[in-house]
């Protein structure tokens, strides 16, 4: 890319030589500061179109550096990169405060250092302080389990991959399953990724810190992941009992942020997901056609009657609807009293590879038939959310 300028802040020689070579194999102009008050003064005088900067460094470090070019600019807000010394969640978040717009850790390999440059360059310049404000849908769905292995969490994926990939929509998925959360197996994610510990731990979350804290999947949603072990999860449980309007934020962003807010939770009825219940927009419970689901669906009706939500507001969604289980859905609404909202086929062996091989349907095979009965249903959410946006608000 000949004529962009790569600002490279490293007192290390050594990897002062790597990067100046691998970046000018791959046509960029570079310059070099070995401190960084250097870097300050370089960024400022040179005005690189993106700057790598390592964490520990004498005179000032990393952090530092990066506040202080952060609170210098105007207009034009160069990419900032993080070269760190061990993967560790705390540091990464630490950066991402300090204006940081991503990080590596080192030793990396030059492919994926060249790799997030791109992408960052992709994305172009914004203006200090401001990113995309475009206006979206901001709807809030949550997929309740009326049961273990109902398949909540296949459907909550791929209807997020269905949102963002085939209709094109900004869509977010939270993993709210606190202790045991499976998006990051599912997904192949690592531990080392911010999850909801860092967003509830943030005194001052905004949009771009949220946006920074969420992980990109390949599909193009990204993901706001459980934490990393149960003993974590406590911290959340925790901060939203002594603050719960720490989750009402975090929601509210997401809603700005996104056409689509998405959140897999557990079966639990508890405090947490009793606020995530309240500040929905709907609630899509999932469902099989079998007589200990049906007894569990019952009842799940039943306590959001008495929590006082609108019968609209709770809508059934039947998974493996064509499965022979002696109960068809009919009977299933006779035995419920209600008719079934959302129905997705039967493809079992389709669905539990694709998560055995940590890429979904959606990505790998959404022509398939499961695949087309799963774009349905996103394609319904997105009408009933286009209409909701455009219905006159309650007097």
Known sequence: MPGTKVLVVDDDLNIQRVLVFALKQEGYDVIVASDGAAGVEMARDAQPDLILMDVAMPKLDGYAATQQIRAAEQGRRVPIIMLTAEADVGQRVKGLRAGADDDIVKPFHPLELMARIKALLARGGTATGSADETPTLGRLGLFYPAKGGVGNTTIAI????????????????????????????????????????????????????????????????????????????????????????????????????????????????????????????????????????LKNVRLVLETMDSLGYEKSKVQLVLNRSNAYTGINVSNAESALGRKIDYQIINEYRAAISALNSGEPFMSSRPEQPLGKSVLAFATALEKDAIAAASAPPDR
């Open 158 to 293: 791929n209807t997020a991959i269905a949102l963002s990939r085939e209709l094109k929509r900004k869509t977010a998925l939270i993993d709210a399953n606190l202790q045991f959360g499976d998006l990051r197996v599912f997904l192949d994610l690592g531990l080392d990724t911010a999850s909801m510990v860092n967003a509830v731990s943030e005194t001052d979350l905004d949009a771009d810190l949220l946006r920074k804290l969420m992980v990109r999947h390949r599909s193009g949603m990204d993901l706001l992941l459980a934490p990393p072990s149960p003993e974590s999860a406590d911290i959340v449980v925790e901060r939203q009992r002594l603050a719960p309007a720490v989750v009402t934020n975090i929601l509210a962003l997401a809603r700005r942020i996104y056409d689509f807010t998405l959140v897999d939770m557990s079966q639990a009825i508890d405090d947490f997901n009793l606020q995530l219940f309240d500040e929905s927009d709907v609630i899509f419970v999932v469902m099989t056609a079998d007589l200990s689901c």
